[in-house]
């Protein structure tokens, strides 16, 4: 069974770090480019970034540049977001996701399936 | 940025109706396309891919139309699983997916 498990998420202050993972199971991790998406309390969802199969690629949304890092260590079949800078706006449920598809050299057509349960990430003081 | 709009915001529908949502996006997206379905407390489910194509598992109820801007989703005769959150989602515009801001299918 294809299976995702985030962890890391919780409460954090305003400027502050938290750094959450996602273990994927039942695939072959290496194979995947791979998601955040994220959700505030009650609105829509919001892809936040992903990652190429080998971490040679990485795109982030506007609203994270310069404050999210997204990584990989296929070894480990996981998926790590670093979210620094923290932000008020930036309290959501953090879900990673897997992306199926297909590449050409130059890009990709992509949609998710399927997602983890998600960690909620509260910022406020 | 390409901009999903859905429409309605809110459905609200008896068991056994046929209903349609709809998604348009600001520019033509061919038919790169998903549905997914999203219950309280639970993480999004792939429905559709491909503007018309049923994932895995998906019940035949549950079919997707369209390609350019203009999608469907149509459900033929709502069950009570069925009440839920849904969103479309265009994948055309790489790398920077956007989601539609979901219509909420209510008894």
């Known amino acids: 069974e294809v299976q995702l498990v985030e962890s890391g998420g919780g409460l954090v202050q305003p400027g502050g770090s938290l750094r959450l993972s996602c273990a994927a199971s039942g695939f072959t991790f290496s194979r995947h480019w791979m998601s955040w998406v994220r959700q505030a309390p009650g609105k829509g969802l919001e892809w936040v970034a992903n990652i190429k199969e080998d971490g040679s690629e990485k795109y982030y949304v506007d609203s994270v540049k310069g404050r999210f890092t997204i990584s990989r260590d296929n070894a480990k079949n996981s998926l790590y977001l670093q979210m620094n800078s923290l932000r008020a706006e930036d309290t959501a449920v953090f879900y990673c996701a897997r992306e199926v598809g297909y590449c050409s050299s130059s890009s990709c057509s992509n949609w998710f399936d399927p997602w983890g349960q998600g960690t909620l990430v509260t910022v406020s003081s | 940025e390409i901009v999903m709009t859905q429409s309605p915001a809110t459905l609200s529908v008896s068991p056994g109706e046929r209903v349609a949502l709809s998604c348009r996006a600001s520019?033509?997206?061919?038919?790169?396309l998903a549905w997914y379905q999203q219950k309280p407390g639970q993480a999004p489910r792939l429905l559709i891919y491909?503007?018309?194509t049923r994932a895995t598992g998906i019940p035949a109820r549950f079919s997707g139309s369209g390609s350019g801007t203009a999608f469907t989703l149509t459900i033929s005769s709502l069950q009570s699983e069925d009440f839920a959150v849904y969103y479309c989602q265009q994948y055309n515009n790489w790398p920077l997916w956007t989601f539609g801001q979901g219509t909420k299918v209510e008894i």
């Open positions: 491909a503007a018309s």
């Open positions: 520019q033509s997206l061919s038919s790169n």
